[in-house]
């Protein structure tokens, strides 16, 4: 097939297919915009400014009852309220959460969890029980009820 195309006869009946099918297209598409050409133009005529005009609505209201897409490291917990007998201090002693720092970009922290997920933290941000209160070149400082803790990078020289 391949060698009749590259012949003479081959290019020229190349040639009237190709011609064939745009002018079979081009004879279609120019009667979807000739006949449908005068009914748009009608109904836009017929539309009033005040049916472009949206109309105010109070009644959406947004309750960020998951995650918010834009925040990957706030989790947003809804709990029922919990009554004055229910509540007991819970005296433990403070555990350091099982986390690791993978790598620093700039000014934000990688940092790697038990489950081994990673999070892209910076100042400010949240994580498991902590807060990140700084991002340095070559550790993280956190702070987990009022007491801090730093994740050094493994910078060990091979």
């Not at 910076?122 to 991002?135: A, E, I, K, M, Q």
Request: proline content about 6%.
């Amino acid at each position: 097939m391949k060698e009749f195309l590259e012949t003479a006869p081959g290019k020229i009946l190349l040639f009237v297919v190709v011609i064939g099918v745009w002018s079979v297209n081009f004879l279609n598409f120019s009667e979807i915009i000739s006949s449908g050409n005068e009914t748009v133009n009608r109904d836009i005529r017929e539309i009033s400014i005040d049916d472009l005009v949206m109309p105010v609505s109070n009644v959406y209201r947004y309750r960020p009852v998951s995650r918010d897409p834009f925040s990957p490291n706030n989790r947003v917990i809804v709990s029922s309220p919990v009554r004055e007998e229910q509540r007991q201090p819970q005296e433990q002693p403070f555990r350091r959460p099982d986390l690791s720092l993978a790598g620093i970009i700039g000014e934000v922290a990688v940092i790697t969890d038990a489950r081994g997920e990673s999070y892209f933290v910076s100042r400010g941000d949240s994580l498991v029980s902590s807060l990140v209160v700084d991002v340095k070149r070559d550790s993280v400082i956190l702070t987990s009820r009022n007491n801090r803790f730093v994740l050094t990078l493994n910078t060990s020289k091979q």
